[in-house]
């Protein structure tokens, strides 16, 4: 589940719901990143409240939950700011963060390149957080907006790859929808 910032009780909430992992917006340091991890594990690993909620069964398989809780539970981080390139290695070598998800349009326009995804400044920002995760063996992710604009990530080893969002992709559609009956 993406979180709509780095907050102990938003993760705890979406990790007591149920989801087996959290994606955070704007992690710009390893110490943020150190903190997501914290809040999404138990202790001694983290610094997770424990609580009866749904992701464990209402307290039916609380044992087998806690037991596994901290090896499954998936922490991805969101690199979409200048300020997370410039420490992008301490952020790609920070324990139990599972993978990065690149925001390629907050990154750009953090640049001073807002929407210019092939400005060879945003280009070479992505792939200075591509090596690095790569070279720390963390999975990679990122936003695109098209399955076209997603293959030459794919051909990368991007695992966790957005193509579209809900709104583009019904945009689209009644676009198509318009231009048929344009056409009749």
């Not at 037991?67 to 301490?90: F, G, S, Y």
């Not at 092939?118 to 063996?137: K, R, S, Y």
């Not at 030459?152 to 009644?174: M, N, Q």
């Amino acid at each position: 589940m993406r979180v709509h910032s780095l907050d102990e009780i938003t993760i705890k909430k979406a990790l007591d719901s149920g989801a087996s992992g959290i994606i955070v917006p704007q992690i710009n340091s390893a110490k943020q990143a150190a903190q997501a991890v914290a809040f999404a594990k138990y202790p001694p690993q983290g610094q997770r409240g424990v609580g009866i909620a749904r992701a464990q069964d209402y307290g039916f398989s609380f044992n087998d939950y806690i037991e596994q809780a901290n090896d499954e539970i998936v922490v991805v981080v969101q690199a979409e700011h200048a300020e997370a390139v410039e420490n992008i290695q301490a952020i790609a070598t920070t324990p139990d963060v599972y993978g990065v998800f690149i925001g390629p349009y907050d990154l750009s326009a953090s640049l001073g390149k807002m929407g210019q995804l092939d400005d060879p400044i945003v280009v070479n920002a992505i792939e200075h957080i591509t090596q690095n995760f790569l070279t720390a063996g963390v999975k990679l992710g990122v936003f695109t907006t098209s399955a076209e604009a997603a293959i030459p990530y794919i051909e990368r080893d991007f695992t966790l790859i957005t193509a579209g969002t809900d709104t583009l992709l019904l945009g689209k559609c009644g676009r198509g929808i318009v231009g048929e009956i344009k056409e009749r």
